[in-house]
């Protein structure tokens, strides 16, 4: 019995893996076949936003889905799942690359730093629908698909905040350098945009004091206090780790390793602030 429960849950997720390939494919990326762009053209560009779409779907559904509903239930929340997603990865990309086209830099022109930011944008957007659906279920699956986009939505405003807020420190102009192909401030950033998700996601998981405004503001608090953690531990290992040259001019050198050694100070102070947070 325990094998046919586990084989189910594979297949039952491969399902949902090659449903969320297809929408990226046909949908999403219109008229591009994913397979040519990475088997024939190689395209590192479109791997790295592939991979990033499919990690924080994985991570989105296996919160959102329950083997023990009604597969129409299923199919409305893994579609509702994947919609949003994409809807706000596109936001986000509207919103901190409005001046540039990202399907044309990944597609057209295998740029490899817009392929990271948008990967990391999915997997972000992943991170926080797992946070929004992990709370405990209702009587209603309109008041729980209710409060759970709420969450999601609140989580998006503190990713714009966070993200507006982190992204000063590092003092660059993201839309510039990502036009110019620069991997080391993609790197940095991708993990500036994980890190803070991450930290979004632990502050709206799981509401469980019965009244939304509490579970609201206990989820402000928490964001804030994470929010102002990371800062003094990015300050830190800043002061710490690269005391000896200016973080700036190594991202704009482009010193590829200084940006993934600045994107994983960001991942790290994120789970840092888990472990503080009251």
Same mark, same amino acid.
């Given at each position: 019995?325990?094998?046919? @429960?586990?084989?189910?849950?594979? %297949?039952?997720?491969?399902?949902?893996?090659?449903?969320?390939?297809?929408?990226?494919?046909?949908?999403?990326?219109?008229?591009?076949?994913?397979?040519?762009?990475?088997?024939?053209?190689?395209?590192?560009? +479109?791997?790295?936003?592939?991979?990033?779409?499919?990690?924080?779907?994985?991570?989105?559904?296996?919160? =959102?889905?329950?083997? =023990?509903?009604?597969?129409?239930? @299923?199919?409305?929340?893994?579609?509702?799942?994947?919609?949003?997603?994409?809807?706000?990865?596109?936001?986000?990309?509207?919103?901190?690359?409005?001046?540039?086209?990202?399907?044309?830099?990944?597609?057209?022109?295998? @740029?490899?730093?817009?392929?990271?930011?948008?990967?990391?944008?999915?997997?972000? +957007? &992943?991170?926080?629908?797992?946070? =929004? #659906?992990?709370?405990? &279920?209702?009587?209603?699956?309109?008041?729980?698909?209710?409060?759970? %986009?709420?969450?999601?939505?609140?989580?998006?405003?503190?990713?714009?905040?966070?993200? #507006?807020?982190?992204?000063?420190?590092?003092?660059?102009?993201?839309?510039?350098?990502?036009?110019? @192909?620069?991997?080391a401030v993609a790197s940095a950033f991708g993990g500036l945009f994980i890190g803070i998700s991450s930290v979004i996601k632990t502050a709206i998981s799981g509401p469980g004091s019965g009244t939304l405004g509490i579970d609201l503001k206990m989820s402000l608090l928490d964001f804030i206090f994470s929010l102002i953690l990371m800062i003094i531990f990015f300050l830190l290992f800043d002061l710490i780790l690269f005391r000896k040259f200016s973080l700036?001019?190594?991202?704009?050198?482009?010193?590829?390793?200084?940006?993934? +050694?600045?994107?994983?100070?960001?991942?790290?102070?994120?789970?840092?602030?888990?472990?503080?947070?009251?």
């Open positions: 019995m325990a094998i046919i @429960n586990f084989l189910s849950m594979i %297949i039952w997720f491969l399902t949902w893996i090659l449903i969320g390939k297809y929408v990226f494919d046909h949908l999403y990326y219109k008229n591009v076949s994913l397979e040519k762009e990475l088997l024939e053209r190689n395209n590192k560009a +479109m791997a790295f936003s592939y991979t990033g779409f499919l990690i924080g779907f994985v991570f989105a559904i296996y919160e =959102a889905l329950d083997p =023990a509903c009604a597969i129409f239930i @299923n199919a409305i929340t893994g579609f509702l799942v994947m919609f949003l997603i994409l809807f706000f990865t596109k936001l986000f990309d509207w919103v901190f690359l409005r001046d540039i086209d990202l399907s044309h830099e990944i597609v057209t022109s295998d @740029n490899t730093s817009a392929g990271i930011i948008e990967g990391s944008f999915f997997f972000g +957007m &992943g991170l926080i629908l797992s946070g =929004a #659906f992990s709370g405990p &279920g209702g009587s209603s699956i309109l008041k729980v698909y209710g409060e759970s %986009i709420l969450f999601l939505i609140v989580g998006i405003i503190f990713l714009f905040i966070g993200s #507006f807020i982190l992204s000063w420190l590092l003092k660059v102009n993201l839309q510039k350098e990502i036009k110019e @192909n620069n991997m700036t001019k190594e991202l704009k050198e482009p010193n590829v390793g200084a940006g993934i +050694m600045i994107g994983g100070v960001f991942i790290i102070s994120s789970v840092l602030s888990y472990f503080l947070m009251p």
